[in-house]
């Protein structure tokens, strides 16, 4: 199967070392105290933010620290697939620990004890990248809702198909099986937050597929910020300031 051409393009049209086209929106949850859709080409996450607040479970109550929790779900209706599936399958409880832990290592955790944050993730459209794209929803969304951060966390992916390295895996390089490395970052503080692969690579091509995953972090870190001060600048907008 060829996944670059001659030409030196991908099947969806892009360059090897280009990002597929990204969009998100805040606000888009009426009740949450904060809430974004993101969007990384066709894939399309929502992702919703509730807290801090008091803790539900007394005996999971932390004092000096807020307790994070997180739920992923992807409704068959995002990939097509008729296959039933059982609430809390394993795919979906692994992500729903993934993303918690990446949260965790950028929510100032210790500013709101004893208090409880609830981040929840579904997947609208699912065309490769959605764990990505689920953990950018969620940082735009834990920034909607004033959580103090240490940074913005962000996620891309990248993988290595025809001896060739690939920026931000479509579902159809994705479902290659090749090689693919997710990694969020912490831009600010330079610091790695989540590094994930799925099968091998020699160590040289692991460095640069590594390495290109980081620049797109970095690329929409920098998309991001952008959304976020548009939005300060509509609601100076509508307060008149």
């Given at each position: 199967?060829?996944?670059?051409?001659?030409?030196?393009?991908?099947?969806?049209?892009?360059?090897?070392?280009?990002?597929?086209?990204?969009?998100?929106?805040?606000?888009?949850?009426?009740?949450?105290?904060?809430?974004?859709?993101?969007?990384?080409?066709?894939?399309?996450?929502?992702?919703?933010?509730?807290?801090?607040?008091?803790?539900?479970?007394?005996?999971?109550?932390?004092?000096?620290?807020?307790?994070?929790?997180?739920?992923?779900?992807?409704?068959?209706?995002?990939?097509?697939?008729?296959?039933?599936?059982?609430?809390?399958?394993?795919?979906?409880?692994?992500?729903?620990?993934?993303?918690?832990q990446t949260m965790e290592a950028c929510i100032l955790t210790h500013l709101m004890p004893?208090?409880?944050?609830?981040?929840?993730?579904?997947?609208?459209?699912?065309?490769?990248?959605?764990?990505?794209?689920?953990?950018?929803a969620a940082t735009l969304a834990l920034a909607d809702a004033g959580i103090p951060m240490?940074?913005?966390?962000?996620?891309?992916?990248?993988g290595y198909l025809n001896s060739t390295p690939l920026l931000d895996l479509s579902y159809?390089?994705?479902?290659?099986?090749?090689?693919?490395?997710?990694?969020?970052?912490?831009?600010?503080?330079?610091?790695?937050?989540?590094?994930?692969?799925?099968?091998?690579?020699?160590?040289?091509?692991?460095?640069?597929?590594?390495?290109?995953?980081?620049?797109?972090?970095?690329?929409?870190?920098?998309?991001?910020?952008?959304?976020?001060?548009?939005?300060?600048?509509?609601?100076?907008?509508?307060?008149?300031?």
């Open positions: 199967m060829e996944y670059v051409n001659p030409e030196g393009i991908r099947e969806d049209g892009r360059r090897p070392l280009e990002m597929r086209h990204l969009h998100a929106e805040i606000g888009t949850v009426a009740r949450a105290d904060g809430s974004a859709v993101f969007e990384m080409g066709n894939t399309k996450v929502i992702a919703a933010v509730y807290g801090p607040r008091e803790v539900q479970n007394r005996s999971q109550q932390l004092n000096d620290q807020a307790l994070v929790r997180c739920e992923y779900t992807m409704p068959n209706f995002s990939t097509g697939d008729r296959m039933r599936k059982p609430k809390g399958d394993r795919r979906s409880t692994e992500i729903s620990l993934v993303i918690r004893r208090s409880q944050i609830d981040i929840y993730v579904q997947v609208l459209s699912a065309d490769g990248g959605t764990r990505s794209a689920c953990i950018n240490r940074d913005l966390v962000t996620s891309c992916s990248a159809f390089e994705d479902s290659a099986g090749g090689p693919d490395v997710t990694v969020g970052i912490l831009p600010k503080l330079d610091k790695v937050t989540l590094l994930q692969m799925d099968a091998r690579l020699p160590i040289d091509i692991f460095e640069i597929v590594v390495q290109l995953a980081t620049e797109g972090c970095k690329a929409v870190a920098n998309y991001i910020h952008e959304v976020l001060l548009e939005n300060t600048k509509q609601l100076e907008y509508r307060r008149g300031l």
